[in-house]
Nanobody, 127 residues
Framework: QVQLVESGGGLVQAGGSLRLSCAAS????????IGWFRQRPGKERDFVVG????????NYADSMKGRSTISRDIGKNTVYLQMNSLKPEDTAVYYC????????????????????WGQGIQVTVSS
C-alpha cells in the first residue's frame, strides 16, 4: 500500500505560479511512476503530467506543456509539480497517483493505469 498526500494548492492570480507536492508513505516509493491528473468543474479527470519511477522520463499533456515541470526527490518520497503562467482554465482539483506496475521508463496517461490515488487538492486561478 502507498498513501499519497497532495499539498501546495490554493488561490493564485492569473499569471502566477504554484508548486504542488505529492508525498508518499507506506511501501518504497521509487518503483512507482507518478502522475498528476486534474478535474476541472463540470469536466472529467484528465492527465496533466507524469514521471517514470526512474525519474528519467516525463510526459506532459499539451494543456500544461511549457508551463509546468515535474520532478521527484526519491530520498524525500516526494514528487513536485511546478506550474507557471497559470490561467483561470487551470482551476481544478489536482490529484497525484502512483502506478505500481510501470516499467522503468514508462509513464501512463490514463486513470486505469494508476492504482493509488491521493485525495486531491484545489487549485483556483483568478482572472
Amino acid at each position: 500500500q502507498v498513501q499519497l498526500v497532495e499539498s501546495g494548492g490554493g488561490l493564485v492570480q492569473a499569471g502566477g505560479s504554484l508548486r504542488l507536492s505529492c508525498a508518499a508513505s507506506g511501501r518504497a516509493f521509487s518503483p512507482y511512476a507518478i502522475g498528476w491528473f486534474r478535474q476541472r468543474p463540470g469536466k472529467e479527470r484528465d492527465f496533466v503530467v507524469g514521471i517514470s519511477w526512474s525519474g528519467d522520463s516525463t510526459n506532459y499533456a499539451d494543456s500544461m506543456k511549457g508551463r509546468s515541470t515535474i520532478s521527484r526527490d526519491i530520498g524525500k518520497n516526494t514528487v513536485y509539480l511546478q506550474m507557471n503562467s497559470l490561467k483561470p482554465e487551470d482551476t481544478a482539483v489536482y490529484y497525484c497517483a502512483a502506478d505500481s506496475t510501470a516499467r522503468r521508463w514508462y509513464v501512463g496517461t490514463t486513470e486505469e493505469e494508476y492504482d493509488y490515488w491521493g485525495q486531491g487538492i484545489q487549485v483556483t486561478v483568478s482572472s
